[in-house]
């Protein structure tokens, strides 16, 4: 059971857009910054977005991120099937002292 | 070019030890706070652990206290988990990450900006008898 709750797993259309949901307390995500891993099959994890909505460079404008409370979203626009992977949401939890992942959500490009 | 390759992966019998070397290569490994962070197979990620640039702070997930130990060599440009009393349970991919976000001042540690910007491809330890 992790500390953070991401849907299994989501999907769309290429071109279209999904939105990836991260739950978690006021321990972790409500008093805390979220990043976000894009993890291709068989590879590893790759930083997406960190301090809750910024891109390293190279990271393209159709991901982005939010945060709102004890929740954050992970957006990916104009959808391609090379986004397929699993995307992980992080952050640090302040009452266990831990870094602190969601499950995971497996992205599906029909 | 900028990369982390981790070692020291492999068989080990429940019970038995293992360590686990990161070799840190173009940056300037002095600089950051580090990680190891691991996959059990079909599973999600779970930290494991996080290491002060100096080395004198360190961070433990519960299921591995008292038997992991994380440690550095900046001289090496290298990072370390030691890892006994294995358990099943501890089988995974292993990756090592460069950690930002913790600050320090006053003897107290603040990592409410963490995140891990730079992984590792995994070094597989397998548990079993």
């Known amino acids: 059971q992790s500390v953070l709750t991401q849907p299994p797993s989501v999907s769309a259309a290429p071109g279209q857009k999904v939105t990836i949901s991260c739950s978690g307390s006021?321990?972790?995500?409500?008093?805390?910054?979220v990043s976000w891993y894009q993890q291709l099959p068989g590879t590893a994890p790759k930083l997406l977005i960190y301090?809750?909505?910024k891109r390293p460079s190279g990271i393209p404008d159709r991901f982005s991120g939010s945060k709102s409370g004890t929740s954050a979203t992970l957006g990916i626009t104009g959808l391609q099937t090379g986004d397929e992977a699993d995307y992980y949401c992080?952050?640090?939890?302040?009452?266990?002292?831990?870094?602190?992942f969601g499950g995971g959500t497996k992205l599906t490009v029909l | 070019e900028v990369q982390l390759v981790e070692s020291g992966g492999g068989l080990v019998q429940p019970g038995g030890s293992l360590r686990l070397s990161c070799a840190a290569s173009?940056?300037?490994?002095?600089?950051?706070?580090m990680s190891w962070v691991r996959q059990a197979p079909g599973k999600g990620l779970e930290w494991v652990a996080n290491i002060k640039k100096d080395g004198s702070e360190k961070y433990y997930v519960d299921s591995v206290k008292g038997r992991f130990t994380i440690s550095r060599d900046n001289a090496q440009n290298s990072l370390y988990l030691q890892m006994n009393s294995l358990r099943a349970d501890d089988t995974a991919v292993y990756y090592c990450a460069r950690g930002e976000g913790g600050y320090c001042s006053g003897g107290s540690c603040y990592l409410g900006y963490w995140y891990f910007d730079l992984w590792g491809r995994g070094t597989l330890v397998t548990v079993s008898s």
């Open positions: 173009g940056f300037t490994f002095s600089n950051y706070w």
């Open positions: 301090d809750n909505n």
């Open positions: 006021s321990s972790n995500i409500g008093n805390n910054y």
């Open positions: 992080g952050t640090w939890d302040s009452s266990l002292s831990h870094v602190v």
